[in-house]
């Protein structure tokens, strides 16, 4: 093996490490693995990982095509496996983004709108979802997206289930391959 | 009380080391040639000078950050925004039972100009405060010229996001950002854009991991997108963060690749309470009442997640928030 080979974490293959409690408790830390989260999601569906207020960071397995969605804040999507095409599009209709709303809305169907480009994007890519800009991802195999954000209506908030309660990490959580 | 005078910036003879001295209200500043001699009016302490100048390089180029700096368990500072504590043993239990600690409260820009003028004159020119010490030279012996090339880097701090127009530039061999030498497996193809004319502004991709895989510093957190007040705050890390980061409020890790280890200890006490281990994909919060620092065996890249919202220490200090982010 290269002694520096770079490590990265996909849905295939990830290792987890975890809390090792001397005085406090394990959900202090909020410890999750954001593609064993995505490996449990269902397609498009935006799991909290982080909270920070009314700020979070979203795992979100990217498996076939999304529904279109837009917010009234810039969003960024950063691919941490797989290959994602991100399709941006401007609507018509500026009532579609609620002004100060929190996250990002779905939208019913296709937004009749110009079209803005696309961005075919890999590991590591990151991609600018602007402010009013109606988005739509399509992956053709099981990929993850990272995303910054706000909570929204469709942020899907599980900690219980997604984080280390126990004051040791499980043993059988140290490796994972599919 | 501020003390808000400017600094004298230093003693303009040189010591026997070849170094300057330099005072800031009742704090004093001393170098040999291997260790930082700091005194107080009711204590003194010495720090190994590699550690001081890595630390006060990041305390300068961050702003004095969110919350406390600890240089090691005795030195370091409080950002109050406008104002900064410096303080010896405030929070080490023993030093504070003790009655041996202190504390004193400058205005930003004098305590800023008072590090700066340390750097300048203490860091060699074999020595780079932000290397890995697998990447510098030494930082001790007697006086040996400068180095402020290394000591006054750009700090990136995206308006938007890396690479869109108008805003921070992707790193490139061309402007001067090699790939690390521990990064060179790390795949550099661009995202594949394609923008509709008139919008070549908005349809923005970046490859965030080559970006990193070509940062020259370590432990420096630095903006690459903003979403309102969350901050993506990625950086390198290798060997040891070289200060014990104090929270003023919660901050979340991404490791986006290969390990790290935290030592996370209480904030005001430095008792020790876990040690997290985090793998690529792992996400952990720290809380708003901890200390932390972090080992990195080989060059990581970790995601640094703030918020940046003004009012925060005052919430989080008043009991007005939870230390943890989540409760379940």
């Known amino acids: 093996m290269a002694p520096n080979r770079t490590r990265f974490g996909s849905l295939a293959h990830f290792e987890k490490g975890g809390v090792e409690v001397i005085k406090d408790d394990a959900r202090n830390y909020v410890f999750s693995n ?40 810039d969003e960024f999507a950063l691919v941490m496996d797989g290959e994602v095409e991100v399709r941006l599009l401007k609507p018509d209709d500026g009532s579609l983004v609620p002004a100060g709303g929190k996250g990002s809305i779905p939208l019913s169907g296709s937004p009749p709108g110009r079209k803005m480009g696309h961005v075919r994007a890999r590991r590591g890519h990151m991609t ?22 706000l909570a929204g209506r469709d942020t899907v908030e599980r900690w219980a289930e997604i984080c280390q309660t126990a004051p040791r990490p499980k043993p059988n959580s140290k490796e994972v391959t599919r | 009380m501020t003390t808000d005078t400017l600094p004298e910036l230093g003693s303009i003879e040189p010591n026997p080391h070849g170094y300057r001295d330099f005072t800031l209200g009742k704090f004093s500043f001393g170098r040999d ?43 370091g500072t409080v950002n109050h ?21 202190y504390s004193e409260n400058f ?9 700066e003028a340390i750097l300048a004159d203490w860091t060699n020119a074999t020595f780079d405060p932000f290397a890995s010490p697998a990447e510098t030279g030494s930082a001790f012996g007697p006086k040996n010229g400068s180095n402020k090339r290394a000591i006054t880097r750009h700090r990136v701090t995206a308006k938007r996001m890396i690479g ?30 394609h923008a509709e004319p008139g919008f070549e502004d908005q349809v923005v991709s970046v490859n965030l991991f080559a970006y990193l895989s070509r940062s020259d510093v370590t432990w420096n957190p630095s ?94 200090a008043a009991g007005k928030m939870p230390p943890a982010p989540v409760q379940f």
């Open chain 1, 34 to 73: 954001l593609f064993e989260v995505a490996s449990k999601a269902r397609p498009y569906e935006k799991v909290a990982v982080g909270k920070n207020i009314e700020y979070v960071i979203e795992a979100i397995r990217a498996e076939g095509t999304s529904g279109w969605r837009v917010a009234c804040q």
């Open chain 1, 128 to 149: 600018l979802l602007p402010a009013g800009a109606a988005y739509q991802f399509h992956a053709g195999s099981p990929s993850v997206i990272l995303l910054q954000t």
């Open chain 2, 33 to 75: 040639e291997y260790f930082v001699h700091v005194r107080w009016p009711n204590g003194t302490h010495m720090l190994a000078v590699d550690a001081f100048l890595r630390a006060i390089q990041r305390d300068v180029a961050w702003g004095f950050f969110y919350g406390i700096v600890n240089f090691d368990t005795v030195i």
């Open chain 2, 81 to 101: 925004y406008g104002t900064v504590d410096l303080f010896a043993g405030r929070f080490n239990a023993q030093y504070r039972q003790a009655g041996l600690d």
């Open chain 2, 107 to 115: 205005k930003t820009d004098a305590i800023s100009r008072l590090f």
């Open chain 2, 164 to 193: 869109a127009p108008g805003d921070e530039p992707v790193r490139t061999d061309d402007n001067g950002f090699p790939i690390n030498r521990q990064f060179t497996d790390v795949t550099q193809d661009a995202p594949e854009v």
């Open chain 2, 223 to 316: 903006v690459v997108s903003v979403c309102k007040n969350s901050l993506y705050c990625p950086t390198t890390e290798e060997y040891i963060l070289p200060i014990i980061h104090g929270n003023d409020r919660v901050e979340w890790f991404v490791q986006l690749s290969d390990e790290i280890q935290w030592e996370v200890e209480d904030r005001d006490t430095g008792a020790v309470r876990a040690r997290v281990t985090m793998k690529a994909g792992d996400v952990a919060a720290m809380p708003a009442d901890i200390r932390h620092r972090g080992f990195s065996p080989k060059r990581s890249m970790l995601l640094v997640w703030e918020n940046a919202s003004p009012e925060l220490p005052a919430l989080y």
